[in-house]
């Protein structure tokens, strides 16, 4: 099995943990945050779609990962800002995981296909 099939076999994977353990969550949901300062519900399933299209972005790009953390950190600032990126709710939040975890597939899918032939 090559290391691209291998990427989507734990892509795939990892994408139905996280379906299995995001489907229950409702818009209502998208303000609660365990503790005071900490991302709320709905920027931790934004977050998770912001980690793939970095990860994407470096794994497929010639100059690989952008080490950035400062870049990184002004885009997702900390979660009490007012400002913080994935504040939409959650039904955005799904939407663009569900986006990401698409492209993600996508491209392990075409990385798996060139190297067959």
Not at 36 to 49: I, L
Not at 72 to 84: G, H, T, V
Request: hydrophobic share 40%; with cysteine.
């Amino acid at each position: 099995m090559s290391l691209a099939e291998q990427g989507l076999m734990q892509l795939q994977t990892v994408h139905e943990f996280f379906n299995r353990s995001t489907r229950n969550l409702k818009e209502e949901h998208s303000t609660f945050a365990p503790a005071e300062g900490t991302m709320t519900a709905a920027q931790q399933v934004a977050h998770v779609a912001h980690t793939i299209d970095w990860f994407m972005e470096g794994a497929f790009r010639p100059e690989g990962f952008d080490q950035n953390c400062i870049y990184f950190f002004q885009i997702a600032p900390k979660p009490s800002s007012q400002s913080f990126l994935f504040s939409a709710g959650m039904s955005s939040a799904v939407s663009r995981s569900a986006r990401a975890f698409s492209v993600a597939h996508s491209a392990f899918n075409c990385s798996s296909r060139s190297r067959e032939g």
